[in-house]
């Protein structure tokens, strides 16, 4: 009734191993134009008593029919994936963290099945799929979103925009890329990646009904990524000023 107040809630999926580890998290929930709900869940490989995992769920991306009551993992061997977003193909595409067996800031494409390179000797696997794109602009990439192809905002639309939390306790670290894609014929993707901001320590981003891109800026925290400070933390509103390109 528009009172900014659910009127029902129920468990739609109950099934995610937890320990408490501050690093286990769920990240990334998206639907695909199959109407199910894509979800990445961290790995638990630096947790030295995960919760029992029978499924394999913790490091994997899962799909969860629209009823809540089918899982199926459709990805294995992620480390700490933070976004994910379907483009207008209907590709998935997602970042993940270096380390651990990731060499590089990844963007990578869901391909069915595959296994991703981390934490080799909890899955099962032939062969391990290399990044899709090592990222340049900055470490540990956070968000990411597609920009509207009839939105111009300086020539991006349709491009895709990451944002990026910097390392560790840097607390100048950070910013957002730009990548253009483009897919051929065969169906993969070329890409074309250049930094838009340095604006540190982001946690996200998304692009309003105005067409500018907002961004929310995590303040100083502890090593467990704890707020240090209650009055830390930002967002911001970039807008497209043409007077100020080159």
């Excluded at 109950?14 to 134009?33: A, K, M, Q, R, V």
């Excluded at 009551?69 to 480390?79: L, M």
């Excluded at 970042?95 to 991703?116: A, M």
């Excluded at 939105?151 to 730009?178: C, H, K, M, Q």
Aim: net charge negative.
């Amino acid at each position: 009734d528009r009172n900014n107040e659910p009127d029902t809630s129920w468990v739609f999926f109950d099934d995610i191993p937890n320990s408490e580890h501050p690093y286990e998290w769920t990240c990334g929930l998206s639907f695909g134009e199959d109407g199910w709900l894509y979800l990445a869940l961290s790995t638990d490989s630096w947790n030295a008593a995960p919760s029992p995992d029978p499924g394999k769920y913790r490091g994997s991306i899962l799909r969860i029919s629209p009823d809540g009551k089918t899982v199926e993992t459709v990805a294995t061997g992620i480390r700490s994936v933070y976004g994910m977003r379907f483009d207008r193909n209907g590709e998935l595409f997602f970042i993940d963290n270096e380390g651990g067996g990731n060499p590089t800031e990844e963007l990578n494409r869901l391909v069915k099945n595959s296994f991703y390179g981390h934490n080799p000797n909890k899955f099962t696997f032939d062969s391990a799929r290399g990044p899709e794109y090592s990222l340049t602009t900055e470490m540990a990439p956070s968000g990411l979103v597609f920009n509207n192809p009839d939105n111009d905002f300086g020539g991006t639309g349709g491009d895709l925009f990451i944002s990026f939390y910097g390392p560790g306790e840097r607390w100048s670290r950070g910013g957002v890329a730009r990548l253009r894609l483009q897919r051929v014929h065969d169906g993969t993707y070329s890409y074309e990646e250049s930094t838009v901001a340095d604006i540190p320590k982001l946690s996200n981003l998304a692009f309003g009904k105005d067409g500018s891109l907002y961004l929310s800026q995590h303040g100083m925290a502890d090593y467990w990524y704890n707020a240090v400070y209650e009055d830390q933390g930002n967002f911001y509103k970039l807008v497209y000023d043409p007077s100020l390109k080159d």
